[in-house]
């Protein structure tokens, strides 16, 4: 079919989209209508962490099809229970409430958090979260973010998210108060341009915290599940949280998030806290499967492996081409451009032939790469000379 014949003028718009169609996809390769082909580095904003189709993937999701799709989530089923003990045996976490997007895993770990601080701490409910975080699309998750504009655009904002600056603990103590029940951060600001907390910083926040009997809550939608290098970002830094939230490749492409915590924080009583696709068989044998995959042995030295080569030729990139240098961890990398270059580059890049090359600009000053975790290392060179030969037009 040409562009021109797909139904496209029905979808409600909420963002401007190139002319493609994608219509099929294999690894770290997606392929539009027309027959060209594409390396992706985007893999879905870093949601298909095994890859556009996983074999492993999808043979979870024929089968469970097939079998049991969704007994409702008041009743108990064996994909859910079985990835709850994954997750539970992989983490320092203990309960696990499984939801269907990141944003719906956030929101509740705000409710967890304040259910918490009314039934321990006098009512407490300010969470402290940070400026250029990103926790979400709802309308509290917004609030909580501290995305330049995000304030006004769907005004009153949810109130108790006062917003520290990452990696300054003095902003933070400076914030604390009677109110205030946890703080909430990104171990690795994604959306704000792959920046992560230092280990330092982790370590100051889970010892201030403690003194101050505050939840530390990691939202770890974009940096888990294997993102880092490690299964989970916080244990770059050695501390254990009380609260996690999941999402993205917790499902290599499907619907599917967690909240994770500790047992002295899991504090619902029947009615606080559901859905109604909340953990049903389909999304959780899927997300069985990929959790299964990532702690499968040697799978996430590969992942640090590839991530250390990825920052070696993005270094000798900047190098060359007087860039400012790289940052982030295991595969959430950023190359660090020093000029509003990224959306162009971007542009070009998915234009290019015979193959397109798909990259994001978090920011106009840097290039974010996500590409899946079983990338290979000839399609980092691949994707490396693509964007040589773009920088090259400029
Ligand atoms: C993407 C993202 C979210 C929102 O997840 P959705 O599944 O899009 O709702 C929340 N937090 C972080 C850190 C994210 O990267």
Same mark, same amino acid.
């Given at each position: 079919?040409?562009?021109?014949?797909?139904?496209?003028?029905?979808?409600?718009?909420?963002?401007? $989209?190139?002319?493609?169609?994608?219509?099929?996809?294999?690894?770290?390769?997606?392929?539009?209508?027309?027959?060209?082909?594409?390396?992706?580095?985007?893999?879905?904003?870093?949601?298909?962490?095994?890859? %556009?189709?996983?074999?492993? =993937?999808?043979?979870? !999701?024929? #089968?469970?099809?097939?079998?049991?799709?969704?007994?409702?989530?008041?009743?108990?089923?064996?994909?859910?229970?079985?990835?709850? #003990? !994954?997750?539970? #045996?992989?983490?320092?976490?203990?309960?696990?409430?499984?939801?269907?997007?990141?944003?719906?895993?956030? +929101?509740?770990?705000?409710?967890?958090? $304040?259910?918490?601080?009314?039934?321990? @701490?006098?009512?407490?409910?300010?969470?402290?979260?940070?400026?250029?975080?990103? %926790?979400?699309?709802?309308?509290?998750?917004?609030?909580?973010?501290?995305?330049?504009?995000?304030?006004?655009?769907?005004?009153?904002?949810?109130?108790?998210?006062?917003?520290?600056?990452?990696?300054?603990?003095?902003?933070? +103590?400076?914030?604390?108060?009677?109110?205030?029940?946890?703080?909430?951060?990104?171990?690795?600001?994604?959306?704000?341009? =792959?920046?992560?907390?230092?280990?330092?910083?982790?370590?100051? *926040?889970?010892?201030?915290?403690?003194?101050?009997?505050?939840?530390?809550?990691?939202?770890?939608? #974009?940096?888990?599940?294997?993102?880092?290098?490690?299964?989970?970002?916080? +244990?770059?830094?050695?501390?254990?949280?009380?609260?996690?939230?999941?999402?993205?490749?917790?499902?290599?492409?499907?619907?599917?998030?967690?909240?994770?915590?500790?047992?002295?924080?899991? =504090?619902?009583?029947?009615?606080?806290?559901?859905?109604?696709?909340?953990?049903?068989?389909?999304?959780?044998?899927?997300?069985?499967?990929?959790?299964?995959?990532?702690?499968?042995?040697?799978?996430?030295?590969?992942?640090?492996? $590839?991530?250390?080569?990825?920052?070696? @030729?993005?270094?000798? !990139?900047?190098?060359?081409?007087?860039?400012?240098?790289?940052?982030?961890?295991?595969?959430?990398?950023?190359?660090?451009?020093?000029?509003?270059?990224?959306?162009?580059?971007?542009?070009?890049?998915?234009?290019?032939?015979?193959?397109? *090359?798909?990259?994001?600009?978090?920011?106009?000053?840097?290039?974010?790469?996500?590409?899946?975790?079983? =990338?290979?290392?000839?399609?980092?060179?691949?994707?490396?000379?693509?964007? $040589?030969?773009?920088?090259?037009?400029?």
């Amino acid at each position: 079919m040409n562009f021109n014949e797909y139904p496209i003028d029905s979808l409600m718009y909420i963002t401007n $989209r190139p002319e493609i169609v994608f219509t099929h996809g294999k690894g770290s390769w997606l392929y539009d209508n027309t027959g060209k082909r594409y390396l992706d580095f985007i893999q879905g904003w870093a949601v298909n962490s095994l890859g %556009h189709c996983n074999d492993g =993937v999808v043979e979870a !999701l024929t #089968q469970q099809a097939r079998t049991l799709i969704n007994p409702s989530p008041a009743f108990y089923n064996e994909p859910m229970a079985k990835l709850a #003990q !994954l997750l539970t #045996q992989h983490s320092c976490f203990d309960k696990v409430f499984f939801t269907n997007s990141g944003a719906e895993a956030n +929101e509740g770990a705000i409710k967890l958090a $304040r259910k918490w601080g009314k039934k321990f @701490k006098g009512g407490a409910y300010e969470i402290i979260t940070f400026d250029h975080s990103f %926790h979400g699309r709802t309308i509290a998750t917004m609030s909580a973010s501290g995305k330049p504009g995000w304030d006004t655009i769907y005004a009153p904002q949810v109130p108790g998210f006062p917003k520290a600056d990452l990696n300054d603990i003095a902003s933070v +103590e400076k914030l604390i108060t009677d109110k205030t029940v946890a703080v909430m951060l990104e171990p690795i600001q994604g959306e704000g341009g =792959v920046i992560p907390a230092s280990r330092e910083f982790m370590q100051q *926040l889970r010892e201030l915290t403690k003194k101050h009997n505050l939840l530390l809550i990691v939202d770890e939608v #974009q940096s888990g599940c294997g993102r880092a290098g490690t299964l989970f970002a916080y +244990e770059l830094s050695g501390i254990e949280p009380d609260v996690m939230t999941l999402a993205k490749g917790i499902g290599s492409g499907v619907p599917l998030g967690a909240l994770l915590c500790k047992k002295h924080v899991e =504090v619902f009583e029947a009615g606080d806290q559901g859905g109604t696709y909340n953990g049903n068989p389909l999304m959780t044998a899927a997300g069985y499967s990929v959790i299964s995959q990532l702690t499968a042995p040697g799978f996430l030295d590969g992942v640090k492996a $590839r991530g250390e080569y990825l920052r070696t @030729k993005l270094l000798e !990139l900047s190098a060359e081409r007087g860039f400012e240098g790289e940052r982030g961890e295991g595969l959430l990398r950023a190359l660090l451009l020093g000029k509003d270059i990224g959306n162009q580059i971007v542009e070009k890049a998915r234009l290019m032939q015979p193959d397109g *090359l798909l990259l994001n600009a978090a920011r106009p000053n840097l290039l974010r790469f996500m590409p899946a975790l079983n =990338v290979t290392t000839e399609e980092i060179d691949q994707m490396m000379a693509m964007l $040589r030969s773009i920088l090259d037009t400029l």
